[in-house]
Each structure stands twice: as C-alpha cells, then as structure tokens.
C-alpha cells in the first residue's frame, strides 16, 4: 500500500515488489595465468546477485529502488530514475533554471536525493563507528637514506558521539566508513566490521533553515549516526512537500542531543544524490542509464576470506598435464551441469487478462469508494 500526494487514503497496488536472481554479465572475480611460465591456469566465477526490487511514481518520475545482494557479502542499495523530468512554460528569463528541451517548454534544474536508513547490527548490537582516515606521509627511503619518499597510510579515528559523525564529503580527506563490534575479531585479530560507502556524492545547496529546506534536513549531510530509538523511524514523513514552515520529523533534532554512540545500537543515515540539468534527450521520458544513486555495504574483515569462495559456480581451467601443455587443458565446473537453464514462457499476458489491477487500475474499487 502507498500513500500518494493526490489522494487521502492509501493505493494498494499488486505485484508491487519482485525478487528474482540476476547475472549481469560481470566477473566477481576472475584471474588468467595465460603462460606455463605464469603458473597457467584460469579461475573466476560470475556476479549473481539476488535482487529486490520495487517502483513508485513521485511527481510524474518514475523512481527505480533495487537491493542487491552479492555473494561475496557485499549489499548495495541503488535507485534509478526515470519518467517525466519537471517542466515549466519556456521563457528566455528562465534560461538560468534549465534548458528548453521542446517546444514551449523548459526542463527545471534540479537535484534527486535519497536518504536511505541503515539499521545494522554487526555481531550483535554493541557496535561503534569509525573511520579509517587515508593520509599522506613523507619518508625516507630505506634503500636510499638520503632521498624522500611519498606514500599513503590509514589512521583510525573512533566517533564517540552523534554530532562527530556528521560528516560531510571532502574530496581531500579520504576515508573508510566502518562498523563493527570491539569484542569481535577475525582470525587475524583483525576487527569484524562492516564498510558504509556512499558511491554517489552530491552537495544540497540550499541554504540551511530557510523556508523550503528545513523540511529536508536530511540532505544536508552524507552520513549520520545515530543511537537507535523506535520513535526515529525516518528521516522524512510523507508531509514534507507542504510543512517546511513546521515539519513533522525534523531530522536535525535525532543528533541534537549528541548521544553517545559508543557499543551502542547504532542507525546510519546515509544520503546519495546528484544534480540534473534536464536535456533535450529526456525527452519523452528520462533514461535509468547515468541516473544511479548507489550505496554499498561491503564485509571489511568480517570474513576470513571471501564467502564466493565457497560457492560452486567458479570454473577452474588448468593443463591435461603441467609438464605437456600441448594435450589441452581441463574444465572445471565443481560438478555442475552444463546444461542451459531455459526462461519460462513470458505469461504477462495471461496474468493480466486475470487481474488487469496488477499493471493499471481496472476492476478493484478506488480508495475513496472503500
């Protein structure tokens, strides 16, 4: 069920969530020794992820949000946008605000934000917040004492209340976004955590606390860390396109109290973004290609190794014989059939034809008749 702008009780669409499992044509890892000399062997294993998917139009835009789950642990959340860009009449006095992309129309300037909760518990609840902050340093050469030497290391940096993990990109300060549980190490003694990492950047311009902004706090950071409380349950409420004047969730007041944030159960609010100059080529309908906004959660020693490892889909190609490379070479699929899996007959048409309100609203009653 969703609750629209343009009616008073909830819609209840069908078919509003999909999973299904994807292969994307990528190699989660692969590697060729080519030569004998090099070892001569092929190893990789194809990138299936399960998805999540579900769609819903804000505006006219049609908004795309996927989960994907990766084998290797690894999960990424991406939305996509498409649809009808905001247009207003063509004037040569809006030219500023955006390109005319037809005939009398002219395609706004504007910026797509998503702020995505991220309620993680990693080995428990007792978790702490932490960036590893990349620097530069400058050393002496061992193998010539007297020349300088340019290199990168990593100092780690433990955020111990709500307002120290506002942060903010800096494209001149790199960092790690990890969380983890202290008690917790792997194998190495290495800490069990898990990597944030916003991959779409995009500064909010608006001017803080003035008039239109206050009902979108949310944009003005790209991370947040919060302790977890039941009654900060979003970041936004489904009011905020008409209550700037007095919002009802403002986010800026979760961290205000500057809660200690140390073994604690922590929420991560994260923010992905870009800018969009509409062109002439959004035209009827903007493109999903070059419209991600994606965040990534990825194991940071969390395992030993990684889990596709153990997975049976890698292929091994090795020689016959080492010692004569010219009998040919072995495939190994770890006992897997090669026999092709075969997609099932498209039934969209058939489903349809029984319950049309699956892909338009035909028979069910509107929510105002209910």
């Not at 190893?43 to 139009?57: F, N, S, Y």
């Not at 008039?211 to 905020?240: D, F, G, L, M």
Request: overall charge negative; glycine content about 4%; hydrophobic content about 30%.
């Amino acid at each position: 069920a969703f609750l629209k702008e343009s009616s008073e009780k909830p819609e209840v669409y069908d078919a509003a969530m999909c999973l299904f499992e994807n292969n994307d044509g990528h190699a989660m890892s692969r590697h060729l020794a080519y030569s004998k000399e090099e070892g001569g062997f092929y190893a990789g294993i194809m990138d299936t992820q399960l998805t999540l998917r579900t769609a819903m139009e804000v505006n006219g835009a049609s908004v795309i949000y996927d989960l994907l789950f990766h084998s290797n642990g690894i999960m990424h959340a991406r939305t996509k946008t498409t649809g009808y860009i905001i247009t207003s009449f063509f004037a040569s006095s809006e030219q500023p605000y955006g390109h005319r992309v037809h005939n009398k129309l002219l395609g706004n300037i504007h910026q797509d934000m998503v702020n995505i909760k991220i309620d993680i518990d990693t080995n428990g609840q007792s978790n702490r917040y932490e960036t590893l902050d990349i620097k530069q340093e400058t050393v002496m050469s061992t193998a010539f004492p007297d020349k300088a030497y340019s290199q990168t290391r990593f100092n780690s940096s433990l955020k111990s209340t709500e307002k120290e993990s506002v942060y903010d990109f800096d494209f001149s300060q790199p960092k790690y976004h990890i969380v983890h549980n202290n008690e917790k190490r792997n194998k190495y003694n290495e800490k069990r955590a898990y990597r944030i990492e916003v991959r779409d950047v995009a500064k909010s311009l608006l001017e803080s606390d003035l008039a239109n902004e206050n009902s979108i706090p949310w944009a003005r950071h790209q991370i947040v860390v919060t302790k977890h409380k039941e009654e900060e349950a979003s970041s936004s409420s489904v009011y905020a396109l008409l209550d700037s004047q007095d919002p009802a969730v403002d986010f800026s007041k979760y961290y205000e109290d500057d809660e200690n944030i140390v073994d604690q159960d922590l929420v991560f609010w994260v923010t992905a973004g870009s800018h969009h100059i509409p062109r002439s080529e959004d035209i009827p309908n903007a493109a999903t290609v070059g419209s991600h906004m994606s965040v990534f959660l990825s194991p940071h020693n969390y395992f030993d190794e990684s889990p596709s490892a153990a997975l049976r889909d890698a292929i091994y190609i090795t020689y016959k014989d080492p010692k004569d490379p010219s009998k040919g070479v072995r495939v190994d699929r770890n006992g897997n059939s090669r026999q092709q899996c075969v997609i099932p007959k498209p039934s969209l048409e058939d489903d349809l034809e029984k319950n049309p309100d699956r892909a338009l609203e035909s028979r069910r009653p509107k929510s105002t008749d209910i």
